[in-house]
């Protein structure tokens, strides 16, 4: 596939198709890679990114409960300091 380098401000850049950027899953950020005279765009995945939000809404629908006991509650962890 060939693409044209397109000026951006005072810098070029590079544009990525839709198809590209969906096919790749390509968010925000690439992170790039220079390997033996190649350029290698690989994609960033923010795994954690809204989380806070998401723990928002747990805690006000009351849905942030622990699943299973906590098993340390009757340990003395005193002896592991």
């Given amino acids: 596939m060939e693409t044209s380098i ?3 401000g ?3 850049g590079l544009r990525l198709s839709k198809t590209i950027l969906e096919k790749y899953n390509i968010q925000d950020k690439v992170e790039i890679i220079l390997e033996m005279g190649q350029i290698v ?3 960033i995945q923010q795994t ?8 928002e809404k ?7 409960k622990l699943l299973i006991d906590n098993i340390f509650e009757d ?3 005193e ?3």
């Fill in 41 to 43: 765009l690989k994609p």
């Fill in 48 to 55: 954690r990114k809204n989380w806070d939000k998401a723990y």
């Fill in 79 to 81: 002896e592991w300091i």
């Fill in 10 to 12: 005072n810098s070029k």
């Fill in 58 to 64: 747990m805690s006000l629908e009351g849905d942030d």
């Fill in 75 to 77: 340990e003395n962890l």
């Fill in 6 to 8: 397109i000026k951006i």
